[in-house]
C-alpha cells in the first residue's frame, strides 16, 4: 500500500464528478484485494473487492480496477455525493493465509456540494 | 445480525492502568482480527484469531498487551501498563475462515493520560 505518512492525500471533488482514488499495493503474490470506506467516528466498510483473475469490477456506483502488472488498483466513485466523503483504505491479502489483510495509509475524499 | 460489538466505546485512563478493551464478532464468523488505528502509523494489524486460536500476534507491539478468545462469541485486548503512546482507536473485526471480507466494529477510542 501506500507509503505511511504524517497526513492522508487529499482529493477534493464537486458534487455530480466522478473521483478516482489509487493504490499501489506492494505484494506481487496478492490475490485479493478490497476498497473500505471510513467515516469520522466509525470504522472501516466494505465498499467492494476484487480478485486477481479479474482487472475490473463493477458495482453500485463504484468500480474497482487491477493492474497487476504494476501492482495498482483504483477505486472509481461515478457522480460523487456528498455522503461519499470520508477516507478510503486499499487493502491486499496474504496468499499464505499466515496474516490478514493489509491496509494502505488511506485517502482523503472531499465533496464540495 | 447488529454486526460487530466493541466495548467500551471511548475509554479514559491513567498511565499504569489496566485496560481492556471486548469484542464480540458476528455470529458464524471463525475469524477475529483487531487492528489500531494512528494518524501516524494507520490501520495495524495487532492479533487474529482462527476458530479461537491466535494466528498471527507478530503485530503485538510488547508484552504489555495481550488478547484471548475463550470463545467463539467473545475476545479481549488487555494492555496492562497502559503508557500514553498507546492512545489510538483500537478494532475488532470479524469474517469468515478465508479472512477475506473482514466486518469492522464501531472502535474504542483509548486515550492514556
Known amino acids: 500500500g501506500e507509503s505511511v505518512g504524517l497526513h492522508l492525500p487529499t482529493l477534493s471533488v464537486q458534487e455530480g464528478d466522478n473521483s478516482i482514488i489509487n493504490c499501489a499495493y506492494s505484494?506481487?503474490?496478492?490475490?485479493?484485494f478490497i476498497w473500505y470506506k471510513q467515516e469520522s467516528g466509525k470504522g472501516p466498510q466494505f465498499i467492494i473487492d476484487?480478485?486477481?483473475?479479474?482487472d475490473k469490477r463493477q458495482g453500485q456506483r463504484v468500480t474497482v480496477l487491477l493492474n497487476k502488472t504494476v501492482k495498482h488498483l483504483s477505486l472509481q466513485i461515478a457522480a460523487t455525493q456528498p455522503g461519499d466523503s470520508a477516507v478510503y483504505f486499499c487493502?491486499?491479502?496474504?496468499?499464505?493465509?499466515?496474516?490478514?489483510?493489509?491496509f494502505g495509509s488511506g485517502t482523503r475524499l472531499q465533496v464540495q456540494p | 445480525d447488529a454486526g460487530v460489538i466493541q466495548s467500551p466505546r471511548h475509554e479514559v485512563t491513567e498511565m499504569g492502568q489496566e485496560v481492556t478493551l471486548r469484542c464480540k464478532p458476528i455470529?458464524?464468523?471463525?475469524?477475529l482480527f483487531w487492528y489500531r488505528q494512528t494518524m501516524m502509523r494507520g490501520l495495524e494489524l495487532l492479533i487474529y484469531?482462527?476458530?479461537?486460536?491466535?494466528?498471527?500476534d507478530s503485530g503485538m507491539p510488547e508484552d504489555r498487551f495481550s488478547a484471548k478468545m475463550p470463545n467463539a462469541s467473545f475476545s479481549t485486548l488487555k494492555i496492562q501498563p497502559s503508557e500514553p503512546r498507546d492512545s489510538a482507536v483500537y478494532f475488532c473485526?470479524?469474517?469468515?475462515?478465508?479472512?477475506?471480507?473482514?466486518?469492522f466494529g464501531s472502535g474504542t477510542q483509548l486515550s492514556v493520560l
Open positions: 473485526a470479524s469474517s469468515f475462515s478465508n479472512g477475506e471480507k473482514l466486518f
Open positions: 487493502a491486499e491479502n496474504d496468499p499464505t493465509g499466515r496474516r490478514a489483510l493489509t
Open positions: 484469531f482462527n476458530n479461537n486460536v491466535p494466528i498471527d
Open positions: 505484494n506481487s503474490a496478492s490475490d485479493y
Open positions: 455470529s458464524g464468523h471463525n475469524s
Open positions: 476484487i480478485r486477481s483473475n479479474m
